[in-house]
Protein backbone atom coordinates (compact mmCIF):
# COMPACT_ATOMS: atom_id res chain seq x y z
CA UNK A 1 0.00 0.00 0.00
CA UNK A 2 1.37 3.33 -1.03
CA UNK A 3 1.98 6.23 1.62
CA UNK A 4 2.90 10.21 1.05
CA UNK A 5 2.43 10.39 4.95
CA UNK A 6 5.05 9.45 7.60
CA UNK A 7 4.15 10.62 10.99
CA UNK A 8 7.35 11.55 13.01
CA UNK A 9 5.95 10.32 16.11
CA UNK A 10 5.99 7.00 18.52
CA UNK A 11 2.43 7.86 20.05
CA UNK A 12 -0.47 5.93 19.35
CA UNK A 13 -2.46 8.85 20.55
CA UNK A 14 -1.12 10.54 17.53
CA UNK A 15 -1.69 7.73 15.51
CA UNK A 16 -4.96 7.19 16.47
CA UNK A 17 -5.71 10.77 16.18
CA UNK A 18 -4.29 11.02 12.37
CA UNK A 19 -6.37 8.29 11.30
CA UNK A 20 -9.41 10.20 11.18
CA UNK A 21 -8.02 11.50 7.85
CA UNK A 22 -8.39 8.35 5.88
CA UNK A 23 -4.74 8.71 4.92
CA UNK A 24 -2.74 6.03 4.53
CA UNK A 25 0.94 6.86 6.35
CA UNK A 26 3.37 5.38 7.57
CA UNK A 27 5.15 6.05 11.79
CA UNK A 28 8.32 6.37 12.00
CA UNK A 29 9.13 7.98 15.21
CA UNK A 30 11.88 10.63 15.56
CA UNK A 31 14.95 9.80 18.11
CA UNK A 32 15.87 13.67 19.44
CA UNK A 33 17.14 15.43 22.75
CA UNK A 34 13.90 17.08 23.99
CA UNK A 35 15.54 19.09 26.71
CA UNK A 36 14.75 22.45 26.67
CA UNK A 37 18.02 25.32 26.10
CA UNK A 38 18.57 27.86 28.38
CA UNK A 39 16.13 30.72 28.43
CA UNK A 40 14.43 28.70 25.72
CA UNK A 41 9.99 29.46 26.69
CA UNK A 42 8.13 26.46 26.95
CA UNK A 43 5.84 27.50 23.80
CA UNK A 44 9.56 27.61 21.27
CA UNK A 45 10.42 24.32 23.38
CA UNK A 46 7.20 23.07 21.43
CA UNK A 47 7.69 24.40 18.69
CA UNK A 48 11.54 23.50 18.22
CA UNK A 49 10.85 19.88 18.92
CA UNK A 50 7.81 19.40 16.46
CA UNK A 51 9.92 20.82 13.96
CA UNK A 52 12.74 18.99 14.77
CA UNK A 53 11.54 15.63 15.02
CA UNK A 54 10.07 16.05 11.41
CA UNK A 55 13.70 17.26 10.25
CA UNK A 56 15.09 14.49 11.78
CA UNK A 57 12.92 11.58 9.48
CA UNK A 58 13.38 13.59 6.68
CA UNK A 59 17.26 14.05 7.40
CA UNK A 60 16.81 10.21 6.65
CA UNK A 61 16.03 10.06 3.27
CA UNK A 62 12.46 9.72 3.27
CA UNK A 63 10.77 11.76 -0.03
CA UNK A 64 6.97 11.90 1.36
CA UNK A 65 5.68 14.16 3.57
CA UNK A 66 6.65 14.17 7.27
CA UNK A 67 4.52 15.22 9.84
CA UNK A 68 5.98 16.06 13.51
CA UNK A 69 3.92 16.95 16.40
CA UNK A 70 4.74 17.88 20.41
CA UNK A 71 2.33 18.77 22.84
CA UNK A 72 3.37 20.41 25.90
CA UNK A 73 1.74 21.72 29.59
CA UNK A 74 2.18 25.37 30.30
CA UNK A 75 1.44 26.53 33.90
CA UNK A 76 2.36 30.54 33.81
CA UNK A 77 4.30 29.98 30.76
CA UNK A 78 6.07 27.28 32.63
CA UNK A 79 6.93 23.82 30.80
CA UNK A 80 5.73 20.87 32.61
CA UNK A 81 6.69 18.04 30.43
CA UNK A 82 7.02 14.02 30.74
CA UNK A 83 7.19 13.18 34.80
CA UNK A 84 10.54 11.60 35.29
CA UNK A 85 9.08 10.10 39.07
CA UNK A 86 5.75 9.46 40.62
CA UNK A 87 6.98 11.86 43.16
CA UNK A 88 7.65 14.75 40.04
CA UNK A 89 3.65 13.11 38.32
CA UNK A 90 2.30 13.93 41.99
CA UNK A 91 3.69 17.28 42.00
CA UNK A 92 2.43 17.94 38.91
CA UNK A 93 -1.01 17.21 39.59
CA UNK A 94 -0.59 19.43 42.63
CA UNK A 95 0.14 22.52 40.92
CA UNK A 96 -2.37 22.06 38.01
CA UNK A 97 -5.33 20.95 40.99
CA UNK A 98 -8.05 23.70 41.06
CA UNK A 99 -6.58 26.15 38.35
CA UNK A 100 -6.08 26.21 34.90
CA UNK A 101 -3.60 25.83 32.53
CA UNK A 102 -2.67 25.95 28.74
CA UNK A 103 -1.82 22.77 26.55
CA UNK A 104 0.16 23.84 23.68
CA UNK A 105 0.58 21.64 20.38
CA UNK A 106 2.85 22.70 17.59
CA UNK A 107 3.02 20.96 14.36
CA UNK A 108 5.55 20.86 11.35
CA UNK A 109 4.70 19.39 8.00
CA UNK A 110 7.38 18.98 5.49
CA UNK A 111 6.11 18.33 2.28
CA UNK A 112 7.55 16.40 -0.53
CA UNK A 113 9.26 18.99 -1.53
CA UNK A 114 10.82 20.13 1.10
CA UNK A 115 8.79 23.00 1.94
CA UNK A 116 8.01 23.37 6.00
CA UNK A 117 4.38 24.38 7.26
CA UNK A 118 3.48 24.63 10.79
CA UNK A 119 1.16 25.90 13.09
CA UNK A 120 0.65 25.71 17.11
CA UNK A 121 -3.03 25.07 18.93
CA UNK A 122 -3.57 26.45 22.23
CA UNK A 123 -6.03 24.88 24.48
CA UNK A 124 -6.72 26.09 27.83
CA UNK A 125 -8.21 23.19 30.45
CA UNK A 126 -9.36 23.70 33.94
CA UNK A 127 -9.06 21.49 36.78
CA UNK A 128 -11.17 20.73 39.93
CA UNK A 129 -9.40 20.43 43.00
CA UNK A 130 -7.91 16.80 42.83
CA UNK A 131 -8.53 14.64 45.84
CA UNK A 132 -5.14 13.36 47.39
CA UNK A 133 -6.73 9.65 47.47
CA UNK A 134 -7.59 10.00 43.55
CA UNK A 135 -4.33 11.66 42.65
CA UNK A 136 -1.86 8.59 44.62
CA UNK A 137 -4.74 6.37 42.66
CA UNK A 138 -3.56 7.48 39.51
CA UNK A 139 0.16 7.83 39.99
CA UNK A 140 -0.23 4.32 40.70
CA UNK A 141 -1.95 2.97 37.55
CA UNK A 142 1.19 4.62 35.55
CA UNK A 143 -0.79 6.63 33.00
CA UNK A 144 0.75 10.36 34.10
CA UNK A 145 4.51 8.77 33.59
CA UNK A 146 4.55 9.14 29.64
CA UNK A 147 2.56 12.29 29.45
CA UNK A 148 3.19 15.93 29.55
CA UNK A 149 1.93 17.60 32.75
CA UNK A 150 1.61 14.04 34.31
CA UNK A 151 -2.20 13.58 32.97
CA UNK A 152 -4.71 12.43 29.69
CA UNK A 153 -7.67 13.71 29.04
CA UNK A 154 -9.18 10.83 27.52
CA UNK A 155 -8.23 9.00 30.16
CA UNK A 156 -9.09 8.99 33.73
CA UNK A 157 -8.44 12.27 34.39
CA UNK A 158 -10.66 13.28 32.24
CA UNK A 159 -12.56 13.27 35.32
CA UNK A 160 -11.43 16.22 36.60
CA UNK A 161 -11.19 18.36 33.77
CA UNK A 162 -13.92 20.74 35.12
CA UNK A 163 -14.29 22.34 31.20
CA UNK A 164 -11.91 23.39 28.18
CA UNK A 165 -11.52 26.71 25.50
CA UNK A 166 -9.85 25.00 22.66
CA UNK A 167 -9.89 21.81 20.73
CA UNK A 168 -10.19 18.52 23.10
CA UNK A 169 -7.85 16.85 20.41
CA UNK A 170 -5.27 19.43 20.82
CA UNK A 171 -5.06 18.28 24.63
CA UNK A 172 -5.11 14.65 23.49
CA UNK A 173 -1.99 15.15 21.39
CA UNK A 174 -3.03 15.99 17.73
CA UNK A 175 -5.09 18.92 17.05
CA UNK A 176 -6.94 18.12 14.20
CA UNK A 177 -8.09 21.42 12.56
CA UNK A 178 -4.73 22.60 12.66
CA UNK A 179 -3.60 19.20 11.23
CA UNK A 180 -5.94 19.55 8.47
CA UNK A 181 -4.91 22.68 7.22
CA UNK A 182 -1.63 21.85 6.88
CA UNK A 183 -2.16 18.51 5.09
CA UNK A 184 -4.80 20.06 2.72
CA UNK A 185 -1.94 22.72 2.26
CA UNK A 186 0.68 20.18 1.22
CA UNK A 187 -2.58 19.19 -1.00
CA UNK A 188 -2.42 15.87 0.94
CA UNK A 189 -6.16 15.74 2.29
CA UNK A 190 -9.14 16.95 -0.05
CA UNK A 191 -12.21 16.93 2.28
Known sequence: MSTDLVLASASPRRSALLQSFGLNFEVHPADIDETPRPDESGLSVIRRVALEKAQAVAGRGNRRAILGCDTGVLLDAALLGKPQSADEARHMLSLLSGRSHEVASAVALIDANGETLESVCIT???????????????????????????????????????RIEGSYTNVVGLPLYETGQLLRRAGLWHP
Open 124 to 162: TVWFASLPPAWVERYVESQDPMDKAGAYAIQNEAGLFVS
